[in-house]
Nanobody, 123 residues
């Protein structure tokens, strides 16, 4: 499985960005897919996860602002980010779990990672 993330950039606070992660090697429905982020000097944190069953989990700080979606035809998962805040600044990574782990909030549950895309939100 390979993941290719894109869509990061510089945006002003209150703006929007859409990240994309193209998945190759497996169909989306067989995977738990997630977006993680890591800000400078901080640990990597889970932003959102979409389980293979279709259910989703959002970390509290992004609820109501971020939305994960999939495009099955393109085998791509998107992260629509709105009302961005400076504290959303981080490198964002997409990740895939092929084993359907229960512990979706644990980074070690994920078997494959994309290369990361930088999101910078200016105040």
């Amino acid at each position: 499985v390979q993941l290719q993330a894109s869509g990061g950039g510089l945006v002003q606070a209150g703006g929007s960005l859409r990240l994309s992660c193209v998945v190759s090697g497996r169909t989306l429905n067989s995977l738990t897919l997630a977006w993680w982020r890591q800000a400078p000097g901080k640990e990597r944190e889970l932003v959102v996860a979409r389980r293979w069953s279709g259910s989703t989990y959002y970390t509290d700080s992004v609820k109501g602002r971020f939305t994960i979606s999939k495009d099955s035809a393109k085998n791509t998962v998107h992260l629509q980010m709105s009302s961005l805040k400076p504290e959303d600044t981080a490198v964002y990574y997409c990740a895939a779990d092929i084993q359907r782990s229960v512990a979706i909030s644990t980074a070690t549950s994920y078997d494959f990672w994309g290369q990361g895309t930088l999101v910078t939100v200016s105040s």
